[in-house]
């Protein structure tokens, strides 16, 4: 069983950063695509950002030039760097990792909380 879990998350004003972790454990196999997503009050779970393990990199149109996702491999670990925050950025962040071997499945983390103040 694949454990997910992030860390990093907290209060900042806007204009300000965050960097956010999450490391995926437990896997007998290469982690595959690694992502962001988040979660509003009274909204739907978005797409933040994903990154393959050859380190392809996809965004959301509402995120790109100011958030970063990188990976290390060795540690089957993901960071998202969150620059020039807005309060509109707030929202519970969830990391997902994807395994295709023996058959393809998806784990999630709990989340973590990042609130932009005005």
């Known amino acids: 069983q694949v454990q997910v879990m992030e860390s990093g998350g907290g209060l900042v004003q806007a204009g300000g950063s965050l960097r956010l972790s999450c490391a995926a454990s437990?896997?007998?196999?290469?982690?595959?695509?690694m992502g962001w997503y988040r979660q509003a009050p009274g909204k739907q779970r978005e797409l933040v950002a994903t990154?393959?393990?050859?380190?392809?990199?996809n965004y959301a149109d509402s995120v790109k030039g100011r958030f970063t996702i990188s990976r290390d491999n060795a540690k089957n670990t993901v960071y998202l760097q969150m620059d020039s925050l807005k309060p509109e950025d707030t929202a519970v962040y969830y990391c997902?990792?994807?395994?295709?071997?023996?058959?393809?499945?998806?784990?999630w983390g709990q989340g973590t909380q990042v609130t932009v103040s005005s």
């Open positions: 437990g896997s007998r196999f290469s982690i595959g695509v």
């Open positions: 997902n990792a994807a395994t295709y071997i023996p058959a393809p499945k998806i784990y």
């Open positions: 990154i393959s393990g050859g380190s392809t990199t």
